[in-house]
């Protein structure tokens, strides 16, 4: 069934949300993205969007960076994307993208003197790594550093360099990228962050290896803490404790928690799924559909109970 989005101030069919070929964005990769998943939840009939603040909270402090000026408040963007998700009335998994992007149709490069705009749009999409357990290179691409372009912005240009290191491990025959910081260090997948168990407890790239400081990344860590009483360790990583480590596993908004089975054709412990990620992994799913009550306030449900939408044919 069709979608929709929110264009030009306006709800409108998703097929009909189109801009033009001069638009500055296009042509210079000046524009912000982020990923925000609508989880669903057949015994409840509601679809639950998770840490739906956080995310416009990274991408207004994205559009400080990039100069950009929305005509909208973190309340407002909210309100809109519940309203659109509602409207889409799917009953399945959904990707939420906002984008604040350069729309001024002129060429150039530059930030300054240019409009800004923002759409969100809604689909459904299920598992981003469709495997139980990832196989992982070691890219040849690594990440920019932080004076290049600032990683803690999901700025569309940077994302070049991610599908760089993508298409490099799916036509090697892997499932995905792990990339390295200026320095050699561990840094991020190429859509995810990364997380080893190391002497029981978990470890992870620090903010200045050139990651994204990710929303879910950050989620894993409250609940390693709270929920399993492991604490995490932000530190540089070597490439080679990857192959030595207990276990593996990337996090993201798309991948939610995925594990790693081998990288660089080693297996990661003894190649299978490891404790410690098997019970993160049920805590997380049971926190973004709304069915753990102590992690609620993470969950903004869509529908109205007395207007849930008529399941799609």
């Not at 903010?207 to 929303?215: T, V």
């Not at 399993?228 to 540089?236: H, Q």
Request: glycine letters at 8%.
């Amino acid at each position: 069934m069709p979608s929709y989005a929110f264009f030009h101030n306006d709800f409108v069919p998703l097929a009909e949300a189109r801009i033009g070929v001069m638009t500055h964005a296009l042509h210079y990769g000046t524009a912000l993205f982020e990923g925000i998943r609508g989880n669903w939840n057949a015994e409840q009939q509601q679809i639950y969007i998770f840490r739906l603040r956080e995310h416009y909270e990274r991408l207004l402090n994205g559009c400080r960076v990039l100069k950009m000026n929305l005509p909208y408040t973190l309340d407002r963007l909210c309100e809109i994307t519940v309203e659109l998700v509602e409207k889409c009335g799917f009953q399945e998994d959904i990707y939420i993208r906002p984008l604040a992007y350069k729309s001024s149709e002129t060429l150039g490069v530059r930030l300054h003197g240019l409009e800004s705009d923002f759409l969100v749009f809604a689909i459904p999409w299920g598992r981003y790594l469709d495997v139980d357990k990832a196989r992982c290179i070691i890219a040849s691409w690594r990440r920019p550093d932080a004076n290049v372009i600032p990683p803690q912005c999901k700025i569309t240009g940077i994302y070049v360099n991610n599908a760089f290191a993508k298409t490099e491990a799916v036509e090697n025959d892997f499932d995905e990228a792990i990339m390295l910081s200026p320095d050699g260090h561990i840094s991020e997948g190429s859509g995810e962050n990364i997380f080893l168990v190391v002497g029981g407890k978990l470890v992870t790239p620090p903010s200045y290896n050139s990651i994204l400081m990710g929303i879910t990344r950050n989620t894993v860590i409250e609940l390693a803490q709270k929920e399993l009483g492991v604490e995490t360790s932000e530190r540089p990583i070597d490439r080679s404790e990857l192959y030595t480590a207990q276990e593996c596993f990337l996090t993201g908004t798309a991948a939610h928690l995925t594990p790693v089975a081998e990288v660089d054709r080693r297996k990661i412990g003894d190649g299978e799924i490891g404790r410690i990620t098997t019970e993160l992994q049920k805590i997380y799913s049971d926190v973004i559909r709304g069915t753990n009550p102590k992690y609620l306030h993470w969950c903004t449900p869509a529908y109205k109970k007395a207007t849930v939408p008529e399941k799609r044919r």
